[in-house]
């Protein structure tokens, strides 16, 4: 179902997350970490599913905005990382990774989406370190947002303005990041005292970049 008061820059995204419109590993390889092996299509098959969601929104400035949040630090894989709110498929999601990053979502941050706005899927992403096959939905709330955190999962919300990620077409900078014992240098963006890398770097690239082909500003009040 249509939402009838969306505004324009969002009626434009709904046509441009179309999968013959979306850029894909074009821009995805721009925040993509160096020597990640290629995509084997019958490990992504056999791979654990998940669904998350790429929440718009404007946030408290009027400026348009996506939600992401930081992991707990629990020892796992993506532990104290930077992610969109999302997790597993579970059996009551019959095979629907739309209704998986719905529920995620109101799970882990307390929002709950009305289906109507979610507004279609970007390029799904194969997760090599935690074998997670990972479907992002793209959704919009008209209003600032407030969340309920999860606390066993989530350790902080971020509610980061589009316009002070990197540029379409960009690549991103390396950063050097601690993983394990050890330290890597992997594309990432300083991100209100965290780094946005991975797996939701990769996300958040076609993110910005479809946007920007819709013709998103800075301010949700100009809509």
Known sequence: ?????????IEKLESCLQPNVLPGWEVQA????????????????????AGVMCL???NHEGRWSVVVMKRTEDGTTHSGQLAFPGGAEEPADEGDLMQTALRECAEEVGVKVPPQRVLGALS????????????????????????ELQVEEVAEILVLPLDTLPLPQTPWPLQRMTVGRGTI?????????QVLWGATAMMMAELRAVCHLAGFGPSFASS
């Open 185 to 193: 240098r992997v594309p990432g963006w300083p991100c209100q005292g």
């Open 1 to 9: 179902m249509r939402d009838s008061n969306a505004p324009l820059e």
């Open 124 to 147: 799904s992403v194969y997760i090599p370190p935690s074998d997670f096959f990972v479907q992002p939905y793209v959704a919009w709330s008209p209003k600032p947002l407030s969340f």
């Open 56 to 58: 718009l929104c404007p």
């Open 30 to 49: 721009l925040a993509c970490p160096p020597g990640r092996p290629p995509d084997v299509a019958e490990k992504m098959a056999a791979a654990k599913r």
